[in-house]
């Protein structure tokens, strides 16, 4: 059993930046991945970012690359993405998951989901 949660959500200016963060909690994951997907209402979630828990290798969509940053804390038990130069296409519920059993951009490999933090950028 693991636990996600998502934190540092809200409103940001265009331009503006932000932090999420992902604590997880429970048994070790199988494949030390975690990833951030995002999801804008009438949209499909989106694949935004994964990070190796091990290596700190990070993959990015390239909507995001050059913008985002996704890093892991000292004890790999929390993930952020730090949000730079946002703008009003990045609005949407972002969430946080971990434990892929395939590939690292589809939201269907993963096995683990947190609730979701919204994010909204206004113009």
């Known amino acids: 059993q693991v636990q996600l949660v998502e934190s540092g959500g809200g409103l940001v200016q265009a331009g503006g930046s932000l932090r999420l963060s992902c604590a997880a909690s429970?048994?070790?994951?199988?494949?030390?991945?975690m990833a951030w997907f995002r999801q804008a209402p009438g949209k499909e979630r989106e694949f935004v970012a994964t990070i190796d828990l091990i290596s700190d290798a990070t993959y990015y969509n390239d909507s995001v690359k050059g913008r985002f940053t996704m890093s892991r804390d000292n004890a790999k038990n929390t993930v952020f993405l730090q949000m730079n130069s946002v703008k009003p296409e990045d609005t949407a519920v972002y969430y946080c998951?971990?434990?892929?059993?395939?590939?690292?951009?589809?939201?269907?490999?993963?096995?683990?989901w947190g609730q979701g933090t919204q994010v909204t950028v206004s113009s």
């Open positions: 998951a971990a434990d892929p059993r395939g590939s690292l951009n589809d939201l269907h490999a993963y096995a683990y």
């Open positions: 429970g048994r070790t994951f199988s494949r030390s991945i």
